[in-house]
């Protein structure tokens, strides 16, 4: 995986920090923001194992977070539209933290990722979560890695194919982008609940590759649309620069 380095800040991670402690999708008209709508999935902390939490947000007609819910809490938490270029949506929240938002082509799922190591994968109009078994991961996708530079405009972006093949767990995961990277590696069985796939990879072959280190696959809610996160390790001292963050669809 190539380094597809972010510098994102921590829109998430006070919505993570209140969920910890207190223990449908409208469609959108011709003059509405593509991300007009509820949106739901699953977000998780990589830094730290099994902190995965269900997620909705809430985006007005101007495209704007008006409400993001944290395993159905309301944060009271809200972030406007600051910039967006090719599907990739750069938020600040009234602390003036950061949130980065790509969306597929058709803009029916999204991935998000901040600076606290929050990530996750979300679904327009999702209300629940699906039961995942290891097979769910297995097939062909493809899709972009994007690079962004420190006040969020697009500093490059490359095409990447992914294949995750094999019946039981672990199954068998390649990859290869427009750069020349190519990795292989291996995805294990998920969490049930929340479709976060665990894994390992190693470079094989190509420039500014990150040489191999720990994987999350993150699956959305219909299973078509997946977030695949590699780092040297998943660490607050490796993320975001020695992690691959790559955004992709299946065939």
């Known amino acids: 995986m190539r380094k597809f380095a972010c510098v994102l800040a921590g829109v998430l991670l006070g919505a993570f920090l209140l969920a910890a402690c207190s223990g449908g999708g409208s469609g959108s008209s011709d003059s509405e923001h593509p991300l007009t709508g509820v ?3 699953v977000a998780d902390d990589i830094t730290d194992a099994g902190s995965y939490k269900t997620i909705r947000l809430t985006f007005d007609s101007n495209g704007a977070i008006t409400k993001i819910e944290i395993d159905g809490a309301v944060t009271g938490n809200t972030a406007a539209l600051n910039d967006e270029s090719q599907r ?3 938020y600040t929240d009234a602390a003036g933290d950061t949130l980065a938002v790509y969306a597929d082509s058709g803009h029916e799922h999204i991935a998000i990722a901040d600076s606290t190591a929050v990530v996750g994968v979300l ?5 629940a979560l699906s039961t995942y078994s290891v097979q769910d991961a297995a097939g062909s996708y493809d899709g972009e ?3 962004l530079y420190g006040d969020f405009t697009l500093a490059g972006r490359a095409d990447t194919r992914t294949a995750i093949t094999g019946s039981s767990a ?3 995961f390649s ?3 427009g750069s020349g990277c190519k990795d292989s590696g291996t995805i294990n069985a998920p969490d049930s609940s929340y479709g976060v796939f665990p ?3 190693t470079n094989n072959s190509g ?3 990150i040489s191999g280190g720990d994987l999350r696959h993150y699956l959305t809610p219909d299973k078509a649309f997946a977030f695949t996160v590699g780092c040297t390790s998943l660490t607050d001292a490796a993320y975001p620069d020695d992690c691959a963050l790559i955004a992709h669809s299946r065939d």
């Open 39 to 41: 949106w739901y999935g």
């Open 88 to 90: 990739l949506y750069d």
């Open 123 to 127: 679904e327009k109009g999702a209300s």
């Open 145 to 147: 890695g994007i690079a």
């Open 170 to 172: 672990p199954l068998a």
């Open 175 to 177: 990859y290869e982008d």
């Open 199 to 201: 894994g390992t990879f």
């Open 207 to 209: 420039p500014n590759c």
